[in-house]
């Protein structure tokens, strides 16, 4: 009977022992799961805040992206721009070299038509004067010591000077100068105008003067009729109006290429020629100003 008793008492001290340890074990496993719910909660915060920082670093990356994307854009643009500028610029440059060697070109044509009409001109006047030897030899000679001048060299204007020269100094040509434009002399000058070069240039007379008006507008339609530019004829008050043609330009660094070409073709025609350099007027501008013509 005793032993049965001490049985059962081992039993229920067996019984509370296993108890106290299911519960131990119990509040043990309670613990780790709520340590290990809590740290897989902080690591799942600290997840969604990686990928919230990656999500923002890679819109800061795409909008860098297209900020270079759009400066390549401009880049490329600006490119073919400058590209699109520079193949205009050499066309523009290759056809005014085209014209520079063109007017070249007609300007040696003018040169050598004006040197052929002077010596056909004085080929005939030797042959005339040749002829009047022999039909009357004491005429001729009276006329000849009458007629024969000294030949002064031609003067070109618009040639290089020295630096000592001051701005309107002016250089005559000593040729009579005629009212208007005889028809010889009208088309004498269409002839040597015509192979020769084209610009722009202004045509001036002194105003009350009928005869320096009526030339300059004969003058000035040759000129418009062979492909010269000009603005018609301007009526001018002058001082000291002055005889004959006066070409008028800025300086000589700026003086048109034909201005020589015009003075000599004025000059073979028989009119008086003589230039001046005059800072009134406008650079790279050639003016012509038809001055006083007795009647």
Known sequence: MLSWWTNFESIVALQGFMLMATVFFATLTGILIFLNAKKSSQSTTQLSKKLSDAQKQIKSLEKMAEAIRKELLEAKQHQDIDQLKLKTSKSSAE???????????????AETAVKAREAAEKAASSEATEMSE????AVATTNSN???????????????KPESAADGVTLDLELEFEAGLSENQREHLIDLLDPGPKGNLDIFCVMGNENSELTAKQ????????GWKTNGVAKSAFANPHKGLLLVVNSKETAPSYASFLQRVFSTIGLTVSAKIDKKYREWSLSVIVGLVDD
Request: overall charge negative; aromatic content about 2%.
């Open 95 to 109: 056809e005014l070299r085209q014209a520079l060697l063109d007017a070249r070109k007609r300007l040696e044509i």
């Open 134 to 137: 022999k039909a009357a030899p």
């Open 146 to 160: 009458k007629l024969v001048q000294t030949p002064e060299p031609e003067i070109d204007p618009f040639e290089n």
């Open 219 to 226: 003058i000035e339609a040759v000129l418009a009729a062979d």
